[in-house]
């Protein structure tokens, strides 16, 4: 009160109005009167400080009609074309459904068999804008199991990669993320791409976007196993805080 020096409080006094996790509070209260029957004070405008948003771009747990919003068009130059992505129930990682590498087109493979020589496989969704975005993640669950033989630099044969892209889904388009290391997952490993981690382009911030994830084998004949299965598909960006909420209440007597 004014009795007690005290005429005010806001983020400069002391002491300071503050909130729960230490952030400042943003009250304004002033031209506090001392005390009578009653006390009177100005209540002034009141700012929150809003955080960044994570917002959910797409999301697939596959449950749902095949392929949805997948596009399936990309395969690598020089492939087999009659072998690709297609939808499961084989295996999942939650519910009852995902995609599997060698389960569509017009020679898919029986469920729970094997993947076939010369195979690069597509599954691409995009595209999706970045322009508001300060960070970007893509999220899934892999279960993997394919031949082990590996090329002179150390690289699987039979692999899956993982990315992004800046140009729609060609069969000589570039997707710029990671390549799997292990033959062999046992079970399901959840894999996620920190878009800002690629330095290859600059998605962050772009207008169309790709994510894509391929499965691809090549032509020795040693595809005893079922290959790639994708299930719990999740995109999601972070926004930064619209213009700072401001609530105004007019200045009385209370």
């Known amino acids: 009160s004014a009795d007690a020096l005290r005429y005010a409080i806001n983020d400069s006094t002391e002491p300071k109005p503050f909130l729960t996790n230490g952030a400042p509070g943003g009250l304004v209260i002033g031209g ?6 009653t006390i009177s004070f100005e209540l002034g405008k009141l700012q929150l400080n809003p955080t960044p948003q994570t917002v959910t771009i797409f999301s697939d747990d596959f449950e749902g009609a095949w ?3 997948w596009n399936l068009s990309k395969i690598t130059s020089g492939a087999n074309p009659n072998v690709h992505w297609g939808h499961s129930t084989y295996r999942a990682a939650g519910g009852t459904g995902s995609a599997w590498c060698a389960g ?19 599954l691409v969704y995009g595209p999706f804008s970045l322009t508001d975005a300060i960070s970007a993640n893509f999220d899934f669950d892999l279960w993997y199991k394919a031949d082990s033989s590996k090329d002179g630099s150390g690289n699987l044969y039979d692999y899956v990669i993982y990315g992004a892209s800046l140009d729609p889904p060609t069969p000589t388009s570039g997707f ?33 976007v790709w994510v894509g994830i391929k499965f691809g084998s090549n032509s020795d004949g040693l ?32």
């Open 104 to 122: 569509g087109g017009s020679q898919a493979q029986a469920p729970g068999s094997t993947y076939v020589d010369n195979m690069g496989t597509w």
């Open 67 to 69: 392929p949805g919003q």
């Open 223 to 254: 595809h005893g196993y079922e290959g790639a299965y994708v299930d719990n598909v999740v995109l999601t960006k972070t926004v930064p805080p619209s213009a700072p909420c401001t609530y105004s209440i007019a200045p009385a007597a209370q």
């Open 176 to 208: 710029y993320g990671y390549r799997l290391t292990t033959p062999d997952t046992a079970g399901w490993l959840h894999c996620s791409l920190d878009f800002s981690a690629i330095t290859s382009i600059q998605t962050v911030g772009a207008s169309q």
């Open 32 to 37: 506090v009167t001392s005390p009578a029957a």
